[in-house]
């Protein structure tokens, strides 16, 4: 892709510094934090020192002050070497933080986007409940107004950063009788549970957020990949929340997330994208020293063809994210060309690394290189945020309006 279609110097500056950063520090741990499950607090840390927890967000909210596409190149390329670290960035910033810059108060938005957008704590999103995934307008999880407060109840499922975060946005009815206009959002804290680990960081606790008596973190999911990423459940039982940590207007909850999820959408085309590059450039440096039968592998047509197809995808990827991403930026509609870029890129890192995996034989299939790692981590991207089969109905849905209009 032609670097000056979509990118200014500034971008390539931050491209450089993540790619930089990615490959210095992600990468040399990566193997190892996958193998033990373990959350990378270390590198946390440093990711924001660097700026990395709060790229899109304005300085005086703590943020890097950049753009759209300064965060999507963060997420890509961080995912080059290690996706686990690429949705800690994409899931804190989109799922945990946005919300309360776009549908917050200015009191809920100085109180809290400082803590995350600095990354001096982990948010999260808590949307997905045991019986509403796809369907996510099926919320159980209830919210009922007594006394000035929000009562809550109920269980969250699959929330990345359940146990290490501590700021949430989390969906809850508050009108039993409204369908998905009966659903309200709120803004939710409770302690890391990684006090002891993230003790001397100066990262990962805040000691001002108090903690709401009955909001807790529940199982941590053991995962096929992503597993250096956190993933719990959240329980509610009797968790009164003040009525000033409603987020936006009571009821519109439904609409918020979804339009989070729009947005969310491109996060993990970028995510995805960089999986698949990751795994392509592997393959090309192993095809083009790995000998057999007197010559380099990448000279058969069968292996050349498989890298061929690798980068062609590729480039057809970054078009649509990035175009979903400009128009993004640009204040455009961009719900179909994000389910378009999520759709495409995530199903694209599942035949790259599977591709990768076949160019590498059988040490593909071993950890002793990260096209394996890569091929696992693949797979969720194909899930998370929206099935595969729900960008399908979305993109449809916008044909049959545009053919209708």
């Not at 606790?205 to 009955?214: D, Q, R």
């Not at 459940?233 to 009525?243: G, K, M, R, S, T």
């Amino acid at each position: 892709m032609d670097d000056s279609l979509y990118f200014s110097e500034q971008h390539l500056a931050v491209r450089e510094m993540v790619r930089n950063f990615a490959r210095d520090e992600v990468a040399p741990v990566a193997a190892k934090f996958d193998a033990e499950s373990t959350f990378p607090w270390d590198n946390v840390r440093k990711m924001g020192e660097l700026g990395l927890m709060g790229v899109p967000w304005a300085e005086e909210l703590g943020g890097a002050g950049l753009d759209l596409l300064s965060y999507m190149i963060t997420i890509q390329e961080l995912a080059k070497v290690d996706a686990s670290t690429g949705l800690t960035i994409s899931a804190h910033t989109t799922l945990g933080t946005s919300p309360i810059v776009h549908f917050g108060t200015t009191e809920q938005k100085a109180r809290f986007v400082p803590l995350l957008a600095s990354g001096k704590v982990l948010g999260g999103f808590g949307l997905t409940e045991p019986d509403a995934g796809s369907d996510a307008g099926g919320t159980r999880t209830t919210a009922v107004k007594k006394n000035g407060c929000y009562v809550i109840n109920g269980t969250k499922r699959f929330i990345t950063h359940g146990s290490v975060g501590e700021i949430f946005i989390v969906t809850a009815v508050t009108n039993p009788d409204a369908g998905t206009k009966g659903i309200s959002s709120f803004i939710l804290t409770k302690p890391t549970s990684d006090l002891e680990r993230v003790r001397g960081l100066g990262i990962g606790h805040e000691a001002s957020l108090v903690p709401m008596k009955g909001f807790r973190a529940g199982k941590k999911e053991d995962k096929l990949g992503w597993r250096a990423s956190d993933t719990a459940e959240l329980i509610f039982e009797d968790v009164h929340v003040p009525a000033e940590n409603l987020l936006g207007e009571e009821g519109q909850g439904f609409v918020n997330f979804m339009r989070t999820l729009d947005a969310g959408r491109i996060g993990i085309a970028a995510l995805s994208l960089g999986i698949a590059e990751g795994a392509y450039e592997e393959a090309v440096r192993y095809a083009s020293v790995r000998k057999q039968f007197g010559k380099v592998i990448a000279e058969f047509q069968g292996i050349s063809f498989q890298l061929a197809d690798m980068a062609t995808e590729i480039e057809a990827g970054k078009h649509l994210m990035f175009h979903a991403a400009w128009l993004a930026q640009h204040g455009k509609p961009f719900s179909k060309e994000a389910a378009m870029a999520k759709l495409f890129c995530s199903e694209l890192a599942m035949r790259a690394t599977t591709k990768a995996v076949q160019v590498f034989g059988g040490y593909g299939y071993t950890k002793d290189y990260p096209v394996e790692r890569m091929m696992r981590d693949a797979k969720i991207c194909e899930i998370g945020e929206g099935t595969s089969e729900i960008q399908r109905m979305v993109i449809a849905r916008h044909i049959i309006k545009e053919l209708a209009g």
